[in-house]
Each structure stands twice: as C-alpha cells, then as structure tokens.
C-alpha cells in the first residue's frame, strides 16, 4: 500500500506532528500489507529526519526557500495562502505529484492545498487528515468567543457567549477567518468543480484524526469520523537535563518560585521584552527559571543584555521542555497546541498569550478548565503578566486542575488510537472506496 503524507514540512510543529503519524502507521500495519510511506516536501530541515527514519522525501514544487513559511504563502488575516499565483503553484506542484504516484492513501495535516488536490487529481485516493482541531461545520457551535482580531472580542466573555449563541452555523462558516478565498479562488480558476466556501469544505475527508484531549470538546456529537487522539507530539528519548546553566536554574538551593518562558518561534521580540520587564521588577527577582530565546524571536546576545534578573538562565538551545515542566511551578508561553501539550504533561499551570485564532481556543480550553491564564496580545505587558504570575502560584486551584491534565494526559494512548483508526479505513482501499461516502459534517 502506498501511503502520502502532505503537511507544511517546513512548520516544526506539522513536521513533527506528521513523523509521529508515519512512525504510528508503520507500526501498526497489518503484517500482511507491506506499505511505502513517503512525504510530501518541498524542502526544509525535516527531510534528512524523515529520510533517516526510513521514509522516502518526494520532492515538490515549487521549493520553499523562505526561513518562515508564511513569508513565502502571504498569509494574511482569512488567507493561509495570501498570493493567488503562489496558490496555483502550490495546487500545480501537488497535482503533479499525486497524478504521478497514485497512493492508496493520503496523509494531510493542516493543509488544504494537499485535500484539495487529491479530490482534483485522485479522488480514489482514501483521505486521513490530522489536525490540532476539529475542523468540520460541527466545531462552530463549540466556538464561544470572538476573535482577538474582532473588535467584539472587548466584549465581557458573557456577552460574547450570548452573541455566539444567536448566531446560525451557516453564518459562522461565513466568518471571514474560515474562508481562505484566496486558495478558493485558485482551485476554481484551475478546474476545480467542488464547493470550497471555507476551510471546512477544503479539509474535506474521510477521517479525521484530532490532536486534542476530548475532554476540552463535545466529544460524542462529532461522530465516529472524528476521532480525538490525544497529543501527536514528539518522543524523545532525552529524560533529563544536562545544561549546566539550567540545572542551576532549577537547582533546590534556588528556593525562589521557578518559571519555564518560552514563545516559540512565532512569538516577537515585542513580547518576549514584557516577559523580561517582568522578570526585571521587584517582583520578577523573587522568581527564577530558565528562558528559551529561539533565534527567530531575537538573537541572544541582545535578549541577554535586557535581562538583569540574576536568578533565570536564558538560552536559545533546544530544552526537553516535558522534564523542564515537571520541575517549574509554572510556564509563560504562546498558545502553541505543541507547547501546552508539553507543559499538561509536565503538570504545569500556563500564563499564556494567543498569536492567532487556533492559539486562542487551546489557551481558552486551559483557562477554561482552571490550569491557565490567557492574556490577550493587546493586554500583554509585564504588569498583567506579573498579575498572572501572582495567581498561579498563589492560588492552588491552579496546580491541581494541571494535576488532573497530567493524569488524562498519562492514561490518553495516542499511539494505540491513531494506529487502530488508521488503518480501520485505511486497511482495505478497494471495500473503503466503494462502501464509504465522503464525509461532509
């Protein structure tokens, strides 16, 4: 059986997310079906990993050259692809591939160029997306507050949850964050005949496979093609911590309360420097703990001259962020699902700020079920951090929701659901494409 997998490669948190899948199918084939599991990329820093796990790289245009993908695609507010040209050759470069392999099954995490590609060029083709939401009509209706990008969004969340309510699915799937129009657009001019009104139309498929807890969704009223897996995050075989400067950090004879910060690669110098203003008052030197400065954020050196809190080692190295969670009494971090993912199963309360809608809604459910505080991008600034920093390790309510996280997170067998759901439908191509329709929730 030959098995595609297509996703943003050169976004960490999809390529890790996709390895995972193709190292889960792998081992849960059936002894008798052989399988070829190839990626779809069009360049990027996952490929040697990928190639050094004993999957094939099937190359694809056009190459990514950008270091930040978004820069290439012009995404924009709406537009995962914000360049119609760009659109159409990605659309181009997919179809080409798809028509040329003929895979029995195609793998897509969050990318609707690869969905709607293989309805144009291989409909045969059985489709298995996973994604870190539930991206079907139904999830609108989970949906309670607007948008930081809204102006509605200043609304008391109350008020917020009552608008929600009044309003129908249909004008919720017309919300302009859902359109992607510009892809749309791309397909139509391309041959294209399927409705593609909004991202649930274009992530079409025939399971989905939902890197989330259940507990934070409705879970029963999706049905049975929806599929919650719990987190599709990497192993690592890394238990400890062996950076002399961290180890010090976190060291008992610091008696101070300790914090993990850490915005990932999509946070902004901006952001990180309220963090540090914080660290930096009066209130910031009671604490210690360790920063982790990716260079896409800001060079080192200079976010080391902001800091002058003695007590927290910065570093822009890769950290086993699970272990490093276990030892924090809380994290101060974006709304990555990645990210959050890591601190449940290390036990840690989260300070967190959202830098777009999907950020949102995983920092909402943490704060939701009592184990975060999510500040808005406009409200982040060192006071209101400082604010949440007090809370959460104040007040113990906090520790032990992240507790009963931790525990969910500890009795969730990814690996076991995905591995069986997979190749339930996948297992027999021929009997899966004649019997089943396609899903439209």
């Known amino acids: 059986m030959k098995i595609l997998i297509s996703t943003i490669f050169q976004d960490a948190g999809e390529a890790t997310r996709a390895l995972r899948m193709a190292g889960i199918i792998r081992r849960y084939a059936p002894v008798d079906k052989p399988v070829d599991i190839a990626f779809v990329s069009?360049?990027?820093?996952?490929?040697?990993?990928?190639?050094?796990?004993?999957?094939?790289?099937?190359?694809?245009?056009?190459?990514?050259?950008?270091?930040?993908?978004?820069?290439?695609?012009?995404?924009?507010?709406?537009?995962?692809?914000g360049d119609l040209q760009v659109?159409?050759?990605?659309?181009?470069?997919?179809?080409?591939?798809?028509?040329?392999?003929?895979?029995d099954v195609i793998v897509n995490g969050f990318f609707p160029v690869s969905t709607i590609a293989r309805r144009m060029a291989c409909s045969s083709a059985i489709g298995i997306s996973f994604l870190p939401l539930p991206l079907v009509r139904r999830f609108t209706q989970e949906v309670t507050r607007f948008p930081e990008e809204s102006a509605l969004s200043r609304l008391p969340e109350s008020l917020q949850r009552a608008?929600?309510?009044?309003?129908?699915?249909?004008?919720?799937?017309?919300?302009?964050?859902?359109?992607?129009?510009?892809?749309?657009?791309a397909a139509y001019e391309m041959g294209c005949s399927e409705k593609l009104d909004n991202i649930f139309d274009m992530l079409s498929s025939r399971c989905y496979l939902i890197n989330d807890y259940s507990i934070f969704y409705d879970a029963d009223s999706y049905g049975e093609n929806v599929v919650f897996t719990g987190p599709l995050i990497p192993q690592t075989t890394e238990s400890s911590i062996s950076d002399p400067g961290v180890l010090k950090a976190l060291s008992l004879s610091n008696h101070r309360k300790k914090v993990f910060c850490s915005l990932g690669s999509v946070g902004s110098k901006e952001l990180?420097?309220?963090?540090?203003?914080?660290?930096?008052?009066?209130?910031?030197?009671?604490?210690?703990?360790?920063?982790?400065?990716p260079k896409e954020t800001c060079d080192l050196a200079e976010a080391k001259r902001m800091l002058h809190n003695r007590h927290m080692y910065m570093t822009d190295s890769f950290l086993p962020a699970r272990h490093l969670c276990r030892q924090v009494d809380a994290v101060i971090c974006h709304g990555g699902q990645g990210t959050l993912q890591t601190a449940?199963?290390?036990?840690?309360?989260?300070?967190?700020?959202a830098m777009q809608?999907?950020?949102?809604?995983?920092?909402?459910?943490?704060?939701?079920?009592?184990?975060?505080?999510?500040?808005?991008?406009?409200?982040?600034?060192?006071?209101?951090?400082?604010?949440?920093?007090?809370?959460?390790?104040?007040?113990?309510?906090?520790?032990?929701?992240?507790?009963?996280?931790?525990?969910?997170?500890?009795?969730?067998?990814?690996?076991?659901?995905?591995g069986t759901r997979f190749w339930k439908v996948a297992g027999d191509p021929k009997r899966v494409r004649q019997n089943l329709p396609a899903v439209d929730l």
């Open 163 to 185: 608008i929600m309510r009044c309003i129908p699915t249909k004008a919720k799937c017309a919300n302009p964050a859902l359109r992607h129009r510009t892809l749309a657009r």
């Open 344 to 353: 449940i199963q290390g036990g840690a309360p989260v300070i967190g700020v």
């Open 357 to 418: 809608p999907e950020q949102e809604i995983n920092l909402q459910h943490l704060a939701d079920f009592g184990a975060a505080i999510k500040i808005s991008r406009r409200h982040w600034n060192a006071v209101n951090i400082g604010t949440a920093v007090d809370r959460v390790l104040s007040e113990p309510g906090f520790r032990i929701q992240s507790r009963k996280l931790e525990l969910i997170a500890e009795n969730t067998d990814t690996e076991k659901i995905i």
């Open 87 to 103: 659109a159409k050759a990605l659309l181009q470069g997919e179809i080409e591939v798809y028509k040329r392999e003929s895979p």
């Open 272 to 293: 990180l420097q309220e963090i540090v203003a914080m660290l930096n008052s009066p209130q910031g030197l009671d604490l210690g703990g360790v920063i982790r400065v």
């Open 42 to 81: 069009r360049g990027g820093g996952f490929n040697q990993l990928a190639e050094d796990s004993g999957f094939r790289i099937i190359s694809a245009k056009p190459h990514i050259t950008h270091a930040n993908f978004h820069d290439e695609f012009h995404t924009a507010f709406g537009d995962l692809i």
